[in-house]
């Protein structure tokens, strides 16, 4: 289309007198078709917890997109931002319950849950979002979030699950690898049914890639999840948070404060 738009201005302007036969390159587009109007997205630079990359298919091709969970004190709801479609919301709600199904093996505690409101957001929420492809993805950042360990920055995902935990094939796998490697990464979990689809990759960018095929969600969680666990820090009330600094202001001051002269005299 953009191309069309490319040619007839070319066309008019020949037409009318303006310009005589000429070529275009990059540094005309904007000419022709006025600011950039999609800009990739790219991917994050360190590990986070509760933040996982994803893959999406989009009518314009393949994309990135990032599932962020949050936790709060609360009484165990669960809240889906960023314009979600039903079946994504429901993805979101099995990869809840497989995570609590599985706390132990996580080491994540078993009363935590009751106790935690989780919240999460798929960003650009202007953008209407669908499909269950994202599973994976969904229940990678909600595994961080609850335990603790960071996920992965140079890995992103596709993948349906199931209560059970399996991982099922989706649709777009060319169009999402060829989005992971706009967006630098070098490493993309599939689900194993999906390995037939490579062959629609073209072989020089199969072979800057690594791709790891999954059956089960623990061989997702192995695969994306650090295996460092970061401190769990008790939230501090802000009170007691400025008492402490005023304390240890107070601390630098009296270290701060000139001492006596020492008399060692006999």
């Given at each position: 289309?953009?191309?069309?738009?490319?040619?007839?201005?070319?066309a008019?302007?020949?037409?009318?007198?303006?310009?005589?036969?000429?070529?275009?390159?990059a540094r005309?587009?904007?000419?022709?078709?006025?600011?950039?109007?999609?800009?990739?997205?790219?991917?994050?630079?360190?590990d986070?917890i509760g933040?996982?990359?994803?893959l999406a298919?989009?009518s314009?091709?393949?994309?990135?997109?990032f599932?962020?969970?949050s936790?709060?004190?609360g009484?165990?709801t669960?809240?889906?931002?960023?314009q979600?479609?039903?079946?994504m919301?429901e993805?979101?709600q099995?990869?809840l319950t497989?995570?609590?199904?599985?706390?132990k093996?996580?080491?994540?505690?078993?009363?935590?849950?009751?106790?935690?409101?989780?919240?999460i957001?798929?960003p650009?929420?202007?953008?209407?979002?669908d499909?269950?492809?994202?599973?994976?993805?969904?229940?990678a950042?909600l595994?961080?979030?609850?335990?603790q360990r960071?996920?992965?920055h140079?890995?992103?995902?596709?993948?349906?699950?199931?209560?059970?935990?399996?991982?099922l094939a989706?649709?777009?796998?060319?169009?999402k690898?060829?989005?992971?490697?706009?967006?630098?990464?070098t490493?993309?979990?599939?689900?194993?049914?999906n390995?037939?689809?490579?062959?629609?990759?073209?072989?020089h960018i199969r072979?800057?890639?690594?791709?790891?095929f999954?059956r089960?969600v623990g061989?997702?969680?192995?695969?994306?999840?650090c295996?460092i666990?970061?401190a769990?820090?008790e939230?501090?009330?802000?009170?007691?948070?400025?008492?402490?600094?005023?304390?240890?202001?107070?601390?630098?001051r009296?270290?701060a404060?000139p001492?006596?002269?020492?008399?060692?005299g006999?």
């Amino acid at each position: 289309q953009q191309i069309a738009t490319v040619c007839r201005k070319i066309a008019r302007d020949f037409a009318t007198g303006k310009t005589r036969a000429r070529s275009v390159d990059a540094r005309d587009l904007q000419e022709y078709l006025g600011p950039i109007i999609f800009i990739p997205e790219v991917a994050e630079r360190t590990d986070e917890i509760g933040v996982s990359t994803g893959l999406a298919w989009t009518s314009a091709g393949g994309d990135i997109l990032f599932i962020e969970a949050s936790k709060m004190k609360g009484t165990g709801t669960l809240s889906i931002t960023g314009q979600l479609g039903d079946v994504m919301k429901e993805s979101a709600q099995a990869a809840l319950t497989y995570v609590k199904a599985h706390a132990k093996e996580l080491e994540i505690e078993d009363t935590l849950f009751e106790k935690t409101d989780i919240h999460i957001h798929v960003p650009a929420g202007a953008i209407p979002k669908d499909g269950p492809s994202a599973g994976v993805t969904i229940i990678a950042a909600l595994s961080s979030l609850m335990s603790q360990r960071p996920v992965r920055h140079d890995i992103a995902m596709t993948g349906e699950i199931t209560l059970r935990g399996k991982v099922l094939a989706v649709g777009g796998i060319k169009e999402k690898i060829l989005a992971a490697r706009r967006a630098g990464i070098t490493t993309v979990v599939l689900p194993a049914r999906n390995e037939k689809d490579l062959v629609d990759i073209p072989e020089h960018i199969r072979k800057q890639m690594k791709f790891t095929f999954v059956r089960e969600v623990g061989e997702v969680l192995d695969a994306v999840l650090c295996s460092i666990v970061l401190a769990r820090v008790e939230a501090i009330p802000v009170e007691a948070r400025r008492a402490r600094v005023r304390e240890r202001v107070q601390k630098r001051r009296e270290r701060a404060k000139p001492r006596p002269a020492v008399n060692s005299g006999r």
